[in-house]
């Protein structure tokens, strides 16, 4: 009988990575590899600094484990350089895990601890987007707005109470329509008077889109509104910034960029740029001060905060920002923005190329004029990736249901010209060979 090695279900990419270094990943046999998605858009330094390395060194001699509630020197130093440089100074509170989906899953659990702390059981929905992914815990999974991520899941998990994900290309008024802002604002209004605002706790959102939708950011002035909507109907704005938190969307965070405050704000990816599996939730004092009142608990995941994850974290962060390495996002990006766009931008299969900063995505299908996507059988975005790893670059597949064939670009902060033109180069090879096959 076959023995399936890695990963659990049988899969064969044709290739073994056996180290990483800078914006390169390096095969078993010899290749070199550019990762044009820093891994699942979570390395903004780039890999194998010796800095992270020696932090994680000394934390691990320190300290290798102590429980998470209690203070370590390398807690503090984490919480003093978040406090210090990176969150909203209306986010005081840090509750850390392992990853994106526990630190969603506090927010959640937060949002409806408050609200019931306040005497409103009844408040305990937690809107989502149409189109959005949290984590792939079982209630991040039916809470996500990403189809293909819960096949075979749908009999158990619960089912996403959404509202639509502005999608400027594709709004139902037409391609980036004047009116877009106002259809996707009413859709939220509408939502919340067919629920009632007395029974929605929290508007769980990605301020742009991560993988589900490759980039997409909503019409212009819409975060400002919808938070003025649910500040109005005393519903808690929650911001999933897993992806686009520290730096990677040209501002520390995408609130920022927006001009928001969420009542709680997720982080993951970035956080530890790769060397850590760390998460984190920040929210405000209220929430905290009234689930404390109420004499709730805030349970911890056994290995958060982990002394070891915290000196990485700190170590990247601290990285990101003497080497002003977040300054160059905004320049970066614009340059690969342009470089696609004279490359593919008229491309009959490319529907449009978008982003904000180094989160990119390039939407794939069969007609640019309609939109129609491929088949779904055909797995366009699976082929163009495999090409890709063949060509020597990594791009990352995202899209799913419907809109299921983009790319997603996003790089570390570090990458140069070679690189950008290597990457655009192979992306742009590799959707004409496998649109040329199918
Ligand atoms: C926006 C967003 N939220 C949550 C998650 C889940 O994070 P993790 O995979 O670290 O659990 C991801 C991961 O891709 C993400 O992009």
């Known amino acids: ?73 390398e807690r503090e130093a984490l919480l003093d350089e978040l406090r210090e440089h990176w969150l909203p100074p209306h986010l005081s509170r840090i509750h850390l895990s392992s990853g994106g989906s526990e630190a969603n899953e506090s927010a959640v659990k937060l949002a409806i601890q408050y609200q019931n702390s306040r005497g409103k059981p009844k408040k305990n929905i937690i809107l989502t987007r149409s189109l959005s992914y949290h984590g792939t815990t079982l209630n991040m999974s039916g809470i996500s707005g990403h189809q293909a991520r819960k096949r075979g899941l749908e009999s158990y998990v619960p089912e996403p109470i959404t509202i639509e994900t502005p999608y400027p290309l594709r709004c139902p008024l037409g391609k980036y329509h004047p009116d877009a802002k106002d259809y996707y604002l009413d859709d939220l209004k509408k939502t919340i008077k067919r629920l009632g605002a007395n029974n929605i706790a929290a508007l ?34 929650i911001a999933d910034e897993v992806m686009t938190g520290f730096g990677r969307v040209g501002y520390d965070f995408a609130s920022n960029l927006y001009d928001i405050e969420p009542d709680i704000l997720i982080a993951g990816k970035g956080m530890g740029g790769g060397y850590a599996a760390i998460g984190g939730t920040y929210s405000t004092d209220k929430i905290a001060d009234s689930i404390q009142e109420a004499g709730y608990e805030v349970m911890f995941h056994t290995f958060a905060a982990l002394p070891q994850s915290c000196a990485a974290s700190t170590e990247v962060l601290r990285i990101l920002r003497e080497e002003k390495l977040c300054e160059k996002v905004n320049p970066l990006g ?100 496998v649109v040329q096959n199918n």
């Open 1 to 73: 009988m076959e023995i399936v090695k890695w990963p659990f279900l049988k899969q064969d990419w044709g290739i073994e990575f056996e180290s990483s270094k800078g914006a390169y990943l390096y095969t078993k046999d010899g290749r070199k590899v550019l990762d044009a998605a820093g891994g699942a858009i979570v390395s903004n330094i780039g890999y194998g600094r010796e800095e992270v390395a020696d932090a994680i060194a000394r934390a691990v001699k320190n300290n290798s484990y102590i429980l998470p509630p209690f203070l370590t020197p």
């Open 204 to 237: 769980l959102m990605e301020p742009i889109n991560g993988s589900s939708g490759g980039a997409i950011s909503p019409p212009d002035g819409y975060w400002i509104e919808a938070q003025e909507i649910l500040r109005a109907n005393d519903i808690l704005l």
């Open 334 to 433: 614009e340059n690969i923005l342009q470089n696609l766009n004279s490359e593919i931008g008229q491309h009959p299969n490319v529907a449009e190329v978008r982003g904000k900063g180094l989160l990119i995505g390039i939407e794939i299908v069969e007609d640019k004029a309609s939109l129609k996507p491929f088949d779904e059988s055909k797995k366009i975005t699976g082929q163009i990736m495999q090409k890709g790893l063949e060509m020597g670059v990594f791009l990352y597949p995202g899209g799913t249901g419907t809109y299921r064939d983009i790319i997603c670009l996003g790089p570390a902060f570090t990458i140069g010209d070679e690189e950008i033109e290597l990457m655009v180069k192979v992306l742009r090879d590799s959707i004409n060979t």
